[in-house]
């Protein structure tokens, strides 16, 4: 073979090997294409998806992620209490048994609604003993008038219109006494009116609701003996409670009436309640340093129960030079822990939210500092987050599954 003609044969085979390259070079491009996560058919383990049912049920909301101080706050261990006002322990009042019981736990009731009946003989007799004296004072006072309007004509005589006196003063003493039992076991004026319009003589007395509340216990057991100081149901508004927490004496001075408080309970992950201090205590106490102030809160779906333990940052507005450096902050609850990392959710199309990773910096019981992940106005997921973090951590189990 001539120089020449090896030359042109080297060239050739390089001219092939390069086509070849270039082709399986395409091919890889077009496979690798074909396997990306965001294609349809293809699995993106950052990706929640929800359909539109699953968006309107999760309510989510948004936030922008934005330069700016951190808030500041004051923060304490803090417990949920029914108000004073809203709580009412309803006794027998007379000492018998509990006949029926006509609500159940957990029931909504109005104020004067019937919770039960009691079956008391006591009560019985104290109400026959009780219209006995009244009929007796009524006729006494009859016979009394009569008596002054004769006597005034004088067809009676003087001794005649005092006995009339001194027996309708002696039936209006028994009458009071009688009035003065049913009060002593437990009947109202209203009640005590009511029984001498129909004069009945029942045993019968109802356990009644001082307030308008939810039925948040029952002690009692229908045919149950009972003594007037029993108690037999408690009433509860839920609709708004109490926090209450400690402020350490130092600390007080910053604490203000009206004052926004932030709540938040291991018990309810991924909610936060908001309230304001609605009193702060005037004692000190001796042993803990501490000083008694109550947060009121609104309850209106119930998911806060009197006996819960929470965390409360009440926003004091006051702070260092450090927490007043704008920072890049969003809200607490759109960072979620993902398998051991901080993410935050941002939407990118209707019903698609992907997880994004991010290092979190300072953080106050509102907001976090993003030190990376996101830019500033990058819309953040915030109520709701904690759904798509359950959906991804499920997603990603099924995923794994299908391996």
């Known amino acids: 073979m001539s120089t020449r003609g090896g030359r042109w044969l080297v060239l050739a085979v390089l001219g092939l090997a390069q086509g070849c390259t270039k082709e399986d070079e395409h091919g890889a491009r077009e496979a690798h294409a074909e396997a990306r996560p965001d294609d349809e058919g293809g699995h993106d383990e950052r990706l929640v998806r929800l359909a539109p049912e699953a968006v309107r049920s999760a ?3 948004t936030e922008e992620a934005r330069r700016k101080p951190l808030s500041v706050g004051l923060t304490a261990p803090a417990r949920v209490s029914f108000s004073q006002r809203g709580v009412a322990q309803v006794a027998a009042r007379v000492p018998g048994r509990l006949a029926s019981i006509e609500v159940n736990l957990g029931q909504r009731v109005k104020k004067g609604q019937v919770l039960g009946y009691l079956e008391s003989p006591e009560l019985g ?22 008596e002054k309007e004769l006597f005034a004509k004088g067809i009676t005589s003087e001794r005649e219109m005092r006995e009339a006196e001194s027996t309708f003063v002696t039936a209006q003493a028994e ?30 007395l109802s356990a009644i609701s001082p307030l308008d509340g939810t039925v948040v216990d029952i002690t009692g057991m229908v045919g149950q003996a009972v003594e007037a100081t029993t108690t ?26 009206g004052q926004a408080v932030d709540i938040t309970l291991s018990a309810l992950p991924g909610r936060r309640f908001q309230g304001h201090v609605a009193y702060i205590g005037d004692i000190v106490n001796e042993k803990t340093r501490t ?12 998911a806060l129960k009197p006996g819960m333990f929470a965390q ?13 450096t704008p920072r890049l902050v969003v809200p607490r609850e759109a960072v979620q822990q993902v398998n051991g990392e901080q993410v935050v959710f941002v939407p990118e199309q209707p019903g698609v939210y992907r997880a994004v990773d991010v290092r979190t910096g300072a953080s106050s019981a509102k907001e976090v500092e993003i030190v990376s992940g996101i830019e500033p106005g ?8 904690f759904i798509l973090k359950s959906e991804l951590s499920r997603e990603s189990l099924g995923a794994g599954h299908s391996h």
């Open 232 to 257: 037999l149901f408690t009433v509860g508004d839920l609709s708004e409670l109490w926090v209450l927490l400690d402020v350490a004496e130092v600390q007080v001075a910053a604490v203000k009436n």
């Open 59 to 61: 309510a989510l909301k």
């Open 175 to 204: 009458r009071n006494a009688a009035d003065g039992r049913l009060h002593a076991l437990g009947l109202s004026d209203a009640e005590i009116a009511a029984l001498r319009g129909n004069e009945h003589y029942s045993s019968r």
């Open 378 to 385: 990058t819309l953040v997921i915030t109520q709701g987050a």
């Open 291 to 302: 000083v008694h102030v109550r947060v009121v809160v609104s309850n209106q779906d119930g």
């Open 125 to 146: 007799r104290a109400r026959a003993d009780y219209l006995s004296a009244a009929t007796k004072a009524r006729v006494a006072e009859d016979n009394h008038r009569r």
């Open 312 to 324: 409360a940052e009440i926003a004091t507005g006051t702070g260092t030079e450090e927490t007043n």
